[in-house]
């Protein structure tokens, strides 16, 4: 049996909502399937790690052999380290009962230097917290451990024949977001641990946290009663005005009398499911096709330059795997 508590994604998930992280740990099974989309995601950012590799040739890949099995990678990497070897892929540690593992630790001038890589083109604060509590465990482990950087995609590099793994990936220190969070993180650790040694599933009612920074894996367990065409389903509404308006007792669209501070738009849409009617502004339509001119391709093909990016990189490595996603 492992002998660790909290994994890295159980503990974003912990900070994130800790009703879904009960859920996680007690009824694993009741969470919602992988879409087709996120799995592509997954898979794109595995993919993308093990070019990062390249990087820094020459490391030691210490993954398990099954996800049950992690103990292995953490041994595996004390030994290596005790051996002197300087680049390790997938090292893994554990501290204060959490584990994590790492993209790639490398050594320089007897100084460990961390490297996660994600297969994004910006820095997000969820990003962040995974490297703060990576820093958090590993500099408890080897408290040699000089920085650590998030890996991410270069959207202004160019391919000019060959693939330049040095110019396709960027680099960022957030070592000092990782220090300003060391109490945090060693907060909600505790506040996880606490929360899993109860049986019952802490009272959290839906909300913001339902979205941020990604929509739960438990949506469907504690969204079932949230009742069809409900203010959820507003336009240019706020999610937390939405759930602002849900928890004072307006769960439907039927039941907003009061349209006052709502966008026009979205009292049209309100007034359409009130009365059962379709709104199509034809005249702005027609505008609209009107300033339309050939060629249209720009429409749809706003992330060419990154789906061509991604098209060269595939090139490079087996059984790569990506999805595009483009929201104007």
Known sequence: MPNYILSKSSFVKSVQCLKAFHLYKY???SKDPITKDKQAIFNRGNDVGLLAQQLFPGGIDVSPSSIKKFDESVERTKELIAAGQEVIYEAAFIFDDVLVALDILAKKNN?????????????SAAYVL???LQYYVIKNCIPELEDINLVTINGDYVYEGKLNIDAL?????????????WDFIADRIKQAKATI??????????GEQCFRPYKCDFFGTCWKNVPEQSVFLLSNVTVGKQVELYHSGIKTLNDIIDFEGLPANTQKQVKAVQNNLEIIDKEKIALFLNEVNYPIGFLILNCTRLQYLFSLIQNHINKFHFYFHYTK
């Not at 040694?197 to 839906?206: A, G, R, Y």
């Open 130 to 132: 995974d490297a703060s």
């Open 111 to 123: 100084k460990w230097h961390a490297y996660e890589v994600k297969s994004s083109l910006k820095i």
């Open 169 to 181: 990936f960027k680099f960022c220190s957030v070592k000092k977001d990782a220090v300003a969070n």
């Open 27 to 29: 009824h694993y099974t």
């Open 197 to 206: 040694e109860n049986p019952s599933s802490p009272d959290i009612k839906v």
